[in-house]
């Protein structure tokens, strides 16, 4: 393999593709899901059940601000990098720090060098850069790292979409060269005798540059043909579902995602809802990542073929069913409404497991049948009748 990642579409119908993402770390389907692992674990799951033929999560996506903060990156380092220090073997992605620092608000200071911010475990001074983020994600190792952005809110005025999209322009040009040293420092192979030109690009991870510019579509446009210039294995649509309005987020991706690159992956960082997800496949994108179902797996909430359900809801005390009658998951072939409602009114830790491997399963199904689908030429059909149930409601 001459590049990092080999991607190859294997159909299409209309915008919506499937396609196979091969890492040094195994080959992933697309359209995937990725479940976040912020602290280097998905919250609430061992990865044995991450790994089962039930989830099958092929990659996972880790952070490296809090990873950078806490235990930090001696300690990774020490453990033999990121993938041996946690015991998952799969593919990983790391973000770049960028988001989680621009979501610190009031407690970060912004300036051409990189963003100042205290750190929210001990309150101590910090600075992430572009060089600084690479650096770290090399230590990581990751398959695929992402560039270091900054992201403008949902709000945001056209004047400061484009101060925020010019200053990720520079430091996606940053990112890519400092990428390029620590790859060549990092990740040399162990062996450098007799070493070939594949055996040293097994060891070279990927890089995406992110695309921004708020909910302005001019912004949007430029900032996608200036990041594709700059040169990326793969594209990310960032710098959505921040608050803006869900229409003016399909309508960014509507307006981004079949104009990016053909031949590399896309990917809508932090989206969203299962029907989110659909809407943005037939939209052309193929990876997604979001907290939802092990955030609200947490709070309670399940998601469903039917919609949402809220465990702590009365109505569920004696209900006998499984959290969605159409999932065939071991929780839901198991365990009743009542039962997980009765361990969330009890504090119990095991409601939250069962909700999160329910969540998880649920979304990590719903792309492979979208993969199918997409294969098969049904995709339209498939959107159509998943989006038909989910406004049935669960009461009917
Ligand atoms: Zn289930």
Known sequence: MSR????????????????????????????????????????????EELESPELDARIILSNTYHLWLRPGIETIKACGGLHNFIGWNRAMLTDSGGFQVWSLG???????????????????LRFLSPEISMEVQAALGAEIAMAFDECAPGEATREEAQQSMELTLRWAQRSKAAFEVAQAVSLRPPSQD?????????YRQALFGIIQG???????????????????DGYAIGGLSVGEEKGVMMEVIESIAPRM?????????????????IEAVARGVDMFDCVLPTRNGRTGQAFTSRGKLNIKNARYALDQRPLDEDCACSVCRRHTRA??????????????ILLTHHNLAFFLDTMKRVRQSIRSGQFAKFRREFTEQLNCGLES
């Open 194 to 202: 007799k070493e070939t030109q594949t055996d040293s690009l097994r």
């Open 214 to 232: 708020s909910s302005h579509l001019d912004l949007r446009r430029e900032s996608l043909q200036r990041t594709v210039e700059i040169g990326f």
């Open 261 to 277: 690159p053909v031949d590399k992956p896309r990917y809508l960082m932090g989206v969203g809802t299962p029907e989110d997800l």
């Open 106 to 124: 009031a407690l970060r200071k912004i300036s051409e060098e990189g963003t100042e911010f205290r750190s929210h475990i001990d309150g101590s």
């Open 339 to 352: 039962f997980i409602r009765h361990l969330y009114q009890s504090g119990e830790m095991l409601a939250s």
């Open 4 to 47: 990092p990642l080999d991607f190859q579409i294997t159909a299409t119908e209309n915008e919506a593709r499937a396609a196979t993402l091969t890492t040094r770390r195994g080959v992933i389907e697309t359209p995937v899901f990725m479940p976040v692992g912020t602290l280097g674990t998905v919250k609430g799951i061992r990865f």
